[in-house]
């Protein structure tokens, strides 16, 4: 069977074909594992899970100019265990995991093959285990993974047979917009040619990549707290502020663009695995804006705006070069297992092609916020 692609992976697709080396768009997510890991649970959980979600059964075909998912039902994968060889030294059976986590983190993929995706359990023998998940943006938004892993924790914690996602993306087309959302954006975006910061636009490689570092960092949530605090402002307000006063201080531009990601789901599609969500332009003036309070206030009173026009097409802005260049996104949870008995330190990685010249993530866990700045080398030192 084969369905048409929506607007967003018909993009990410061109994206693909057009810059076939660039990793920057593969998911992959690493986890250490230590306590009473039942490992063949934890195996059979996911695979009931995974197995029942139809886009973890396609790949993709061109046929002439139209685009395809090509979805086989019978498909159905199996997570492979790697145990630690018995020569193995425990250092050297953890840089093996992490040398295969940084090959799918950073190796193009390709996408006319089956299956995408993989589930891969490292086994050290001690009490310890690793989780690779990796996946192509084209398959599913980041916000689709919550609802992967709570699947999973809860079929971990009960072995239902049950079908877990019930729904599927596959056949949707994309959701209609409103038809006074080109009104809006292009009274939002007047006097622009472009929605790209100039001051960090950087050319790709001869490869097609775009160079750049990636920076971790955490920062405390009592620290977080007491700014939240004294400012009367929401997490998110106020981690849009950073991004936009880093920017200016990177750029001393004057009016700037940010790309803000939306869910662009109504009720019915939260629950459903797949590519949803939509960036879309946020376009911000520092002339009238001459002191903190006043920038948080024109931050909440935008969002609030951009949330009315979720579904729109930034290719319908004609006139315009569409192509945003920075990217500002808040996960107010922690994208990780609980599972009884057992926890769950994800690892995070880095690599030296990025997807865009700046991009500032934050993602709000147990005891900290950790940030993740992506930059271009016009930041490297």
Excluded at 86 to 100: A, C, G, N
Excluded at 189 to 196: F, I, P, T, V, W
Excluded at 201 to 216: D, F
Aim: proline residues 3%; contains cysteine.
């Amino acid at each position: 069977m084969r369905y048409k692609l929506t607007t967003n992976q018909r993009k990410l697709f061109r994206h693909y074909e057009f810059y076939h080396n660039d990793p920057s768009y593969n998911l992959v997510f690493m986890y250490k594992i230590t306590g009473e890991l039942n490992q063949e649970r934890l195996k059979r959980a996911i695979e009931i899970v995974g197995n029942s979600i139809d886009l973890f059964k396609v790949h993709f075909e061109k046929e002439g100019n139209e685009l395809f998912q090509v979805y086989s039902p019978q498909r159905q994968f199996q997570v492979e265990i790697i145990e630690k060889g018995i020569s193995d030294t425990e250092k050297q059976f953890q840089e093996r995991v992490l040398e295969h986590a940084m090959r799918r983190f950073k190796e193009p993929l390709n996408l006319a093959t089956w299956p995408l995706f993989e589930f891969t359990i490292y086994s050290s023998n001690n009490g310890e285990w690793y989780l690779l998940v990796s996946a192509p943006h084209i398959l599913s938004d980041g916000f689709s993974y919550y609802g992967l892993i709570d699947s999973i924790n809860f079929c971990y914690h009960s072995l239902s047979n049950g079908t877990f996602f019930k729904d599927s993306f596959l056949g949707r087309s994309s959701a209609l917009a409103i038809p006074n959302d080109l009104e809006f954006f292009q009274r939002e975006l007047s006097g622009l040619d472009s929605l790209e910061v100039k001051a960090i636009k950087q050319e790709r490689n001869e490869r097609g990549l775009l160079e750049g570092r990636t920076h971790h960092f955490a920062i405390s949530k009592e620290t977080i707290g007491s700014c939240l605090k004294k400012l009367h402002c929401s997490e998110g307000a106020f981690f849009l502020a950073l991004h936009a006063l880093l920017l200016k201080k990177l750029t001393d531009e004057e009016r700037i663009v940010i790309g803000v990601p939306v869910l662009n789901r109504n009720r019915s599609e939260k629950s459903i695995f797949g590519y949803f969500v939509n960036t879309l332009p946020l376009s911000l003036d520092f002339h009238p804006i001459d002191s903190l309070k006043t920038l948080l206030e024109t931050l909440n009173r935008k969002i609030l705006r951009l949330l009315r026009h979720q579904s729109f097409d930034l290719n319908n802005l004609k006139m315009i070069n569409p192509r945003i260049n920075n990217f500002f996104t808040f996960y107010d949870r922690e994208l990780n297992f609980h599972l009884q008995d057992c926890s769950f330190e994800r690892i995070y990685l880095s690599r030296n092609a990025i997807f865009s010249e700046f991009t500032f993530t934050v993602e709000k866990r147990k005891e900290d916020y950790m940030f993740c700045i992506e930059a271009g080398d016009y930041l490297v030192v």
